[in-house]
């Protein structure tokens, strides 16, 4: 059993930066490949970053490569998602999710565990 919390999420005009955090509880945290999506009002869901068990691989959805980068340290529980040059699209409700296997890391649907969620606004 793993429990996600997501922290950090706030407002930032665009061009800015925000950094939030997946804090997860258990001794397992190092067996999950770790994935962060998105999801802003009336649309669906997408796939934003993710990253391996080691922390060796990572992969990014197009919208947000070389913007963001995900990153995390195993001693700590915790993965980290960096958002540099942000833009108003990428106002959503951003949370991180656990599986055990990298592959499909870019399908919510094969997570078995999710936290809350946090709130990134970027205004114009």
């Known amino acids: 059993q793993v429990q996600l919390v997501e922290s950090g999420g706030g407002l930032v005009q665009a061009g800015g930066s925000l950094s939030v955090s997946c804090a997860a509880s258990?001794?397992?945290?190092?067996?999950?490949?770790i994935g962060w999506f998105r999801q802003a009002p009336g649309k669906e869901r997408e796939f934003v970053a993710a990253i391996s068990r080691s922390g060796g691989i990572t992969y990014y959805a197009d919208s947000v490569k070389g913007r963001f980068t995900i990153s995390r340290d195993n001693a700590k529980n915790t993965v980290y998602l960096q958002m540099n040059s942000l833009k108003p699209e990428d106002t959503a409700v951003y949370s991180c999710?656990?599986?055990?296997?990298?592959?499909?890391?870019?399908?919510?649907?094969?997570?078995?565990?999710w936290g809350q969620g946090t709130q990134v606004t970027v205004s114009s």
């Open positions: 999710a656990a599986k055990s296997s990298w592959v499909g890391v870019t399908t919510a649907a094969g997570y078995e565990y």
């Open positions: 258990g001794r397992t945290f190092s067996r999950y490949s």
